[in-house]
């Protein structure tokens, strides 16, 4: 029953810590203290630095010494990071305010998904099952946190930034509950570094089934991620009033949890390369279209990359895991992380560069950037899958 108990708090702390109220006016709040798109995309490429310096070996150290505790540190570190944000006052001070919230994302990833697989083993629990449970519950908080941040941020930008602390400060605690399982990483005479590069180079190519999936779960993270950022402007050039954009955001949280339920039937049906590539191919069409047209009625195909998203957050990460020995859950999905950071690095500059031109032309950025990378990977998936 304790076990059950821990397995129920992790799960809340994984879904609350989803939750970032203020992200229905972050773009409003740069352009309040004269930050233009290109500097949002920047600031977001420099958080993203900071994490992918940091994964890897955050993430070995939840595998050598406790999982708990690194999902814990990250997210009070996040917690300061968010406060500092509230008071930033220019584009310099919103990059510190970045990077630190960078540092705690880099300790709290990777740290809840190896303990998350740990329990499932100790109490025989599907981990794929318990993988699209969380997806699906995510957007429901996601929706109250942004319908709450539109209110608030139309009253208070700073506010709302702050009040987003609120969630990590809960789940950190909720870390602090839950009981240690699993394996660790075994001290060994090889240098921490040259392990943490073991580890590395067979995530990435001592295994090809492995290598392919870490590459897969990469792309899906950062398909439907850096466009968030034009949302807002994307809605404001539909003729959505601002008053309610905290809404058009909860509803594409609500997709997200649609994407996960609707995947649950086809995860233990469908090979790997179907999970990954039909959900891209969909994605791929709706931002074609996107980039020709934006109106009232063209505006709901964003909804197609909630559904991708949920989709992918319920099937990519259970792939990943399946190919990865238990000892090196957190290192390896650090790996995967790390991965995924360096394509949103490329594309949040990218798509951000090209919204200085044109809302738009985000849409055929991103198409143009990753389908070759879609077509590479569904092209090995499908070699895979045939051996």
């Known amino acids: 029953m304790k076990l059950e108990h821990n397995l129920r708090l992790l799960r809340t702390e994984a879904v609350i810590t989803s939750a970032l109220i203020a992200m229905p006016i972050m773009n409003p709040f740069f352009q309040s203290i004269g930050m233009n798109q290109g500097q949002i995309g920047l600031s977001q490429a420099l958080f993203t630095l900071a994490l992918f310096m940091l994964n890897v070996p955050t993430g070995w150290l939840a595998d050598r010494f406790s999982r708990k505790l690194s999902n814990a540190i990250g ?75 539109g209110f608030i941020g139309a ?33 060994s005479n090889v240098h921490p570094i040259k392990d943490m590069w073991r580890i590395t180079t ?36 539909a003729g959505v009033p601002v008053v309610i954009v905290g809404f058009a955001w909860a509803l594409n949280s609500l997709a997200v949890s649609m994407g996960a339920l609707l995947s649950r039937p086809f995860a233990s049906r469908w090979s790997e390369v179907k999970l990954f590539a039909v959900p891209a191919i969909a994605g791929l069409l709706a931002m074609a279209i996107l980039s020709l047209h934006v109106s009232l ?72 950037l990753f389908a070759p990378l879609i077509a590479v990977i569904t092209f090995r998936l499908a070699r895979l899958g045939k051996k």
Request: glycine share 8%; net charge neutral.
């Open 155 to 187: 009253y208070d930008y700073r506010l709302a930034i702050g009040l987003s602390a609120v969630p990590y400060l809960i789940g950190g605690i909720l870390s602090l509950c839950v009981t240690e399982v699993g394996e660790r990483r075994q001290p």
């Open 297 to 368: 009625w063209t505006i709901g195909l964003y909804a197609i990359f909630g559904l991708i998203r949920g989709w992918y957050e319920a099937v990519i990460a259970p792939i990943v895991q399946h190919h990865t020995p238990e000892d090196v859950q957190s290192t390896v999905f650090s790996v995967s992380s790390s991965l995924s950071q360096l394509l949103y690095i490329v594309a949040v500059v990218a798509i951000n560069y090209a919204g200085n031109f044109g809302a738009q032309l985000t849409m055929a950025a991103n198409a143009l």
């Open 75 to 149: 997210d009070f570190i996040a917690v300061i990071g968010l406060l500092l944000y509230a008071f930033a006052a220019n584009f310099v001070q919103v990059v510190s305010a970045e990077i630190l919230l960078g540092i705690g994302l880099a300790f709290t990833q990777g740290a809840d998904v190896g303990l998350l697989r740990a329990y499932c083993k100790k109490l025989g629990r599907d981990y794929r099952k318990e993988s699209s449970l969380i997806a699906f519950l995510k957007p429901f908080i996601q929706v109250v946190a942004m319908i709450a941040g």
């Open 202 to 237: 067979f995530a990435l190519h001592g295994h090809k089934d492995l290598a392919w999936a870490v590459l897969a779960a990469a792309t899906a993270r950062e398909f439907t991620h850096a466009i968030i950022w034009v949302l807002t402007p994307l809605l404001l050039l």
